[in-house]
């Protein structure tokens, strides 16, 4: 019944209630809204990438497993885009410190690909020319320490530089740089001949031409496929220089 109270089965008018009781009743009631009204929401305060410790700390803190200890360091690492509260763009992620941590996983453990992976796949991948340009440096600088087995991440580089950045002599020049150093027989043919691609299409063609005429007669190209294909595109380029 509208207007009534249940007691023990029998209803009573609201009218029966005692006047303290109502007012206890509302005052409770506005303490509560008034509480939850002031209540600050709660603060996530961004905390920035500190500065890694020298190797040989960490080494001594890793009681001597350093390749555990960089896949550790990964952990942390990614994990600190996702602090109590809040998740940081990686545009808000100290570049210059970021490189410094991932050289520091490299050094605890050079045959790791991770940390390469995360700065041409992950940090490079922020749709923010500055950023990405540190990370190609990175890579760059990096590939040079074992060019044999980075090359790939070096060939992603060329292609953020030439695809992302439209910057084509930044390609370029990435791209010159993988082919005269990752000269190991398990670097594709592909990879080590993005910058005669990239010399196409930056309308270079004669320079392109030349490039493969000149591979082609030093008689490095032992696989007749790639010979082939090689000879198939030096007729092409030919054609289009006409």
Sequence with gaps: ??????????????????AWLVAVFLFVLVLQLGWASLRMPPQADISDLP????????????????????????????????????????????????????????????ESQYPLLLASRV????????????????????FMDYPAERWRWMAHAVYVARHRL????LALKL????????????????????????????????AARILLGGLIDSGEIEDPNELRFLMKRLRDLEERNR
């Design 1 to 18: 019944m509208a207007g009534a109270l249940f007691e023990s089965g029998k209803t009573r008018a609201w009218s029966a209630v005692p």
């Design 51 to 110: 500065a890694p410790p020298p190797p040989a700390y960490l080494r001594f803190a890793g009681i001597g497993d350093d390749v555990f200890l960089s896949k550790a360091l990964v952990l942390w690492l990614q994990g600190h885009d996702y602090q109590p509260g809040i998740s940081l763009s990686y545009r808000e992620l100290d570049y210059d410190r970021l490189i410094e941590w991932l050289d520091t996983i490299l050094i605890l453990d050079p």
């Design 123 to 142: 940090y490079g991948d922020v749709n923010e020319p500055d950023r990405q340009r540190k990370m190609l440096d990175f890579i760059a600088a990096r």
């Design 166 to 169: 439209d910057d084509n002599d």
């Design 175 to 206: 791209a010159r740089i993988l082919a005269d150093n990752a000269t190991s027989d398990n670097v594709p043919f592909w990879a080590r001949q993005m910058h005669i691609y990239i010399l196409e299409d930056m309308g270079q063609l004669e």
